[in-house]
């Protein structure tokens, strides 16, 4: 592979909205590990992996211009659509099942360096989240503890992470 | 809440995961345009994020990049199209859009189901004219046999020729024609009356006074007036005789 040019985020944003040949494949050199990891992640186990990649990926060239840079970093709105794009894959094509192991999973790799930190509740609260989608009230529902002490793990383990960052 | 609070608060992490209500990102994107440092906290969890997710990367399988890319760089070259992002199954209207493909694929079912038997009983039909003309075909075939056997070449070069009356009893009421080039001999019957059973009549061709038989036959029953009779090389003359094998 030749070494691609590096590209500060707007020089790669304003080259994807011209269209620009090289940046397409300066964008999957760059990210496509990434992305396919987060999908592996979320349906490693269904072989639905592979095609919601091409899937998730073509749409986030297609739709390069309703990505705004005032509100996140390019990478961000990658991982977003693509977090969003293979979450509802899962819930469209499984069904939803709970499962033990899915709950004491180790930490979302994704994040987790950020989460090493986290007691192991707010890791599965953030795990369950973040790779499988769930709602508030499905976690609540699954874990049998109240919605309210599913939003304060959330919450906890969001503002760890935070604290976490900031080091 | 000062800044310093709604930033601890871990609404920076929510918005970036994608965790974040509807009200909270407007309110989070309202809160950036006012706050600038807001941004540089952002900016800082996205790269930690980032650096986190390159570190975990798992690369796909290497056929999906030239599947990926080549689509990419095809659809580029194209004009461009207004894209908007549908997720999958994400809302009523998707599931409607599903339901129309069925409604759809069901009517284009019912369509190839009709065209089928559409093209089917057509088929059956061809094949029974087909099977009709096939016969009608071998009936006019038969006929034009029997009537090639039967008629007289058009190109015949044969002369009428001299008959010589077997008896009194038979009136000249026939012709026979023989083509000398092809030896064929064609007699062509006007009115022969009906003979006693037993008796038949024979064609001679007459030749240096001697005769030779060129056939027996009866007289036409049918209409069939003209009888091919076996060939004679040279004749000066024909005739026909009664035979009665009783005498």
Same mark, same amino acid.
């Given at each position: 592979m030749k070494p691609v040019p590096a590209h500060t985020d707007p020089e790669l944003v304003a080259l994807l909205k011209k269209k620009d040949p090289e940046a397409f494949i300066f964008l999957y050199e760059k990210y496509a590990g990434a992305l396919y990891g987060l999908i592996e992640q979320v349906l490693g186990s269904t072989g639905l992996a592979d095609e919601t990649f091409v899937e998730a990926f073509t749409t986030i060239v297609r739709s390069i211009d309703q990505h705004d840079s005032s509100k996140s970093r390019l990478f961000t709105w990658m991982m977003q659509l693509t977090r969003e794009w293979a979450i509802e894959k899962l819930k469209s094509t499984s069904p939803r099942t709970y499962s033990e192991a899915e709950v004491r999973e180790p930490g979302v790799k994704v994040v987790g360096g950020l989460m090493s930190n986290l007691h192991i509740d707010e890791q599965q609260v953030i795990n369950l989240a973040y790779l499988k989608g769930y709602s508030v009230e499905e976690m609540a529902g699954k874990l049998a503890i109240p919605p309210e002490v599913v939003k304060q793990r959330i919450n906890k383990a969001l503002i760890a992470i935070n604290s976490q960052v900031k080091k | 809440m000062n800044i310093k609070e709604y930033i601890e608060s871990g609404i920076v992490e929510s918005y970036v995961l994608g965790f974040a209500s509807e009200k909270e990102k407007a309110e989070f994107e309202r809160m950036l345009k006012q706050h600038p440092e807001l941004i540089q906290v952002r900016e800082r969890f996205e790269l930690s994020l980032e650096k986190e997710a390159l570190a975990n990367a798992i690369n796909p399988p290497v056929h999906l990049r030239e599947k990926i890319l080549s689509g990419i760089l095809e659809e580029s070259s194209k004009p461009a199209a207004k894209v908007v992002t549908i997720y999958p199954q994400k809302t009523t209207r998707r599931i409607s859009s599903k339901t129309w493909a069925v409604a759809a694929s069901v009517i284009l079912l019912l369509g190839c189901a009709y065209m089928v038997y559409t093209f089917y009983t057509v088929n059956q039909r061809l094949k029974k004219d087909i099977a009709q003309s096939k016969q009608n075909l071998e009936k006019l075939e038969e006929k034009k046999r029997v009537i090639e056997e039967n008629i007289v070449p058009p190109n015949y070069q044969a002369k009428p020729a001299k008959v010589v009356l $077997? %008896? %009194?009893?038979?009136? $000249?009421?026939f012709e026979v024609f023989w083509d000398s080039t092809s030896t064929n001999v064609y007699l062509i019957i006007k009115h022969l009356k009906q003979l006693p059973i037993g008796q038949r009549y024979e064609l001679w061709s007459v030749t240096k006074g001697k005769k030779e038989s060129l056939g027996i036959f009866d007289p $036409?029953? +049918? +209409?069939?007036?003209i009888i091919k009779m076996n060939n004679v090389q040279e004749a000066e003359s024909f005739a026909i005789t009664i035979l009665d094998p009783g005498k």
């Open positions: - | $077997p %008896q %009194q009893a038979i009136t $000249p009421v $036409p029953a +049918d +209409d069939k007036l």
